[in-house]
T-cell receptor, first 113, second 111 residues
Framework: NAGVTQTPKFQVLKTGQSMTLQCAQD?????MSWYRQDPGMGLRLIHY???????DQGEVPNGYNVSRSTTEDFPLRLLSAAPSQTSVYFC????????????FGSGTQLSVL | GEDVEQSLFLSVREGDSSVINCTYT??????LYWYKQEPGAGLQLLTY?????DMKQDQRLTVLLNKKDKHLSLRIADTQTGDSAIYFC???????????FGAGTRLTVKP
């Protein structure tokens, strides 16, 4: 059982570069989400999806895009990376939402220089 | 995460009990959670409590909920070195689409 798989584990970008963080789950979960984790702060929701073809913004969506073309995949795109996006990014999923257990990926550590 | 508050550090000796405290602000929260994060890993659900409960016990873990004061605590009995990690308190927002996390309490267990 792979659970929630995130790639890459580490990434260094230069300001202005774009990239996609990958997230895949094999549990047939409808709900998927992206969080960022910054020192001294709790995880903050960037975007979420309640099913294929449906996405919505979370607390801190600026500078990020998402799409959900399949149930399994929920990539996060940084369009033009900024140093303020240096963070650890976590993908999470559950059967239907946050009123039940969230399964987390192991995270992507992103540095923007 | 700013609506959920936790102290950042806790240090205990092996075999002692650990108590991690959390305050939250949304009275409409339906579930409250405790997650554990070990170094280099994602968060793992430890336990949770439904908002109409006062207490939940699960082996070495005891969760206490005081809805009036919006206070949640996690007690770990007989704390072991393997319990060293960051513990996050989280509340599920009423619309089921967001979860608010505290900043995490780093628990250090000394032998």
């Amino acid at each position: 059982n792979a659970g929630v798989t995130q790639t890459p584990k580490f990434q260094v970008l230069k300001t202005g570069q774009s990239m996609t963080l990958q997230c895949a789950q094999d549990m047939n979960h409808e709900y998927m989400s992206w969080y960022r984790q910054d020192p001294g702060m709790g995880l903050r929701l960037i975007h979420y999806s309640v099913g294929a073809g449906i996405t919505d913004q979370g607390e801190v969506p600026n500078g990020y895009n998402v799409s959900r073309s399949t149930t399994e995949d929920f990539p996060l795109r940084l369009l033009s990376a900024a140093p303020s996006q240096t963070s650890v990014y976590f993908c999470a999923s559950s059967y239907s939402g946050t009123n039940e257990k969230l399964f987390f990926g192991s995270g992507t550590q992103l540095s923007v220089l | 995460g700013e609506d959920v508050e936790q102290s950042l550090f806790l240090s205990v000796r092996e075999g002692d009990s650990s108590v991690i405290n959390c305050t939250y602000t949304d009275s409409s929260s339906t579930y409250l959670y405790w997650y554990k994060q070990e170094p280099g890993a994602g968060l793992q659900l430890l336990t949770y409590i439904f908002s109409n409960m006062d207490m939940k016990q699960d082996q070495r873990l005891t969760v206490l909920l005081n809805k009036k004061d919006k206070h949640l605590s996690l007690r770990i009995a007989d704390t072991q070195t393997g319990d060293s990690a960051i513990y996050f308190c989280a509340e599920s927002i009423y619309n089921n689409n967001d979860m608010r996390f505290g900043a995490g309490t780093r628990l250090t267990v000394k032998p």
